[in-house]
């Protein structure tokens, strides 16, 4: 109950916001969008300025109806924030891919990292889709030596992923409870947090917008050298078919010879087609990745988290 509290947009399933015409003029979009690299600046009080933070297993996060009003209108570059209130939409395909909301298997794969006593230390880690950027979070917490954020719109980066980074680093030395010590979280805090520092964190991130092939080829090509991820993580990435040749092929591309992905999915997305079992056996026909499910979810609409490997 208080984790649907403190974040209310773990909804069921992105809804379609688009038509069918409108679903073919943006996909076109979707293989040019840049990649872009987000700085994090000096003053990190700025990053926290107007933000209004709130709580869910002792994580802050941005909360979403604060930036849709300081985001109206055409005031982030995107204008997606604005699209999608507009459009009462979460998706609309090559435009805004949802990373405004928290989706519900975001928690699922949480909770799993409790449950499997996943071990961060040390090792480099990518939240791919990140959004919120509550796994890569957990990671960093968790002693990772480095870890990437990449969403697909610069808007989530900047009004979304990086303020959220910066007020958890503030609160380094909380760990993050399980399913079980949900109800001890503490109650949102509606008061704008000051950054009071802890740069050693911040300095192990790196932040990255645009569609996953184009981040792919500026990671690959970025004079500074990037040695593979250990563990990718990912929840909800999967809603929309279309999307699975990229994915694949930046998990082929950017996973260490001997990582692990671990990807969060619900079993079918309505009305956008895609889905835990689809992309499996996308997967195997590929015969690139061996795949293991590793926990399923009944309650509500089926969930699934997918362990994936190189074979």
């Keep these: 109950k208080s984790r649907k509290t403190a974040a209310p947009a773990a ?34 009080n700025k990053v ?13 996060y941005v909360k979403l109806s604060v930036v849709e009003m ?14 999608s ?8 395909p090559g435009v805004y891919e949802g990373g405004l909301k928290i989706w519900e298997c975001t928690f699922d794969l949480m909770d799993y990292f409790s449950e499997a006593e996943i071990e961060f230390t040390n090792k ?27 969403d697909y719109n610069s808007t989530v980066i900047d009004e979304i992923t990086l303020p959220n980074v910066v007020a958890n680093c503030i609160n380094e030395g909380r760990r993050v409870g ?4 949900r109800k001890a979280s503490k109650p949102p805090s509606k008061k704008p947090r000051k950054a009071e520092g802890s740069p050693d964190m911040l300095n192990r991130c790196r932040f990255f917008s645009g569609e996953w092939s184009q981040v792919t080829q500026l990671l690959l090509s970025s004079n500074k050298p990037l040695s593979k991820y250990d563990i990718i993580l ?25 990582g692990c992905v671990y990807l969060a999915s619900k079993v079918h997305y309505f009305g956008v087609g895609g889905g835990i079992y ?19 979810i009944d309650q509500g609409l089926q969930r699934c988290i997918m362990e994936i490997t190189f074979k």
């Design 124 to 150: 480099t880690v990518l939240d791919l889709g990140c959004g919120a950027g509550l796994l890569g979070i957990v990671a960093l917490r968790g002693k990772a030596d480095r870890v990437h954020f990449q």
């Design 11 to 44: 909804d069921s399933s992105p809804k379609r916001g688009a038509d069918k015409h409108q679903d073919e003029a943006t996909s076109k979009k979707l293989c040019v969008k840049a990649a872009k690299e987000h700085r994090i600046p000096k003053d990190l």
């Design 48 to 60: 926290l300025e107007h933000r209004v933070m709130e709580t869910v297993l002792d994580l802050s």
């Design 278 to 296: 689809l992309f499996e056996k996308f997967i195997e026909e590929k015969n690139v990745f061996r795949t293991s499910m590793v926990k399923t």
């Design 70 to 83: 300081t985001c109206s209108g055409n005031a982030d570059s995107e204008g997606i924030v604005s699209k």
């Design 234 to 258: 990912t929840s909800e990435t999967i809603y929309n078919p279309d999307y699975y040749s990229a994915l694949h092929d930046t998990l082929a591309q950017l996973l260490d010879k001997n």
């Design 85 to 92: 209130v507009s459009s009462h939409s979460d998706l609309i």
């Design 178 to 181: 399980n399913g079980k010590d």
